[in-house]
């Protein structure tokens, strides 16, 4: 499912336009810069954690040495931060069923 089919569900299932469902869902989960509030809780640090959805942070990787598996020449890879989503456990416990 791709978010302009997820806002054909919202719009049908809340009876709201799909004009509307599609500005929610960018409202929640939109990535370009000052827009979505889950990037803009992230960008500021913090931790989203949707009860029983499950949790939305912000992760570090230390910079390491890496080999290219072209040339094998050892490269430097450097440190990167990025976004990480541990499911919760009602979200767990529906997919295992």
């Not at 009876?15 to 990535?31: M, Q």
């Not at 020449?73 to 541990?86: D, G, M, V």
Request: proline fraction near 3%; avoid cysteine; aromatic fraction near 6%.
């Amino acid at each position: 499912m791709n978010k302009t089919e997820m806002a054909k569900k919202l719009a049908k299932l809340e009876d709201v336009s799909e004009s509307k469902a599609s500005d929610i869902l960018n409202t929640i989960f939109g990535t370009d810069p000052g827009e979505g509030i889950i990037a803009i809780e992230l960008d500021a640090g913090h931790k989203v954690t949707i009860t029983g959805f499950g949790t939305f942070e912000t992760r570090s990787r230390a910079a390491r040495t890496g080999r290219n598996p072209a040339t094998g020449e050892t490269i430097q890879i450097p440190a990167k931060k990025y976004a990480h989503f541990r499911a919760g456990a009602g979200l767990k416990e529906r997919v295992e069923d």
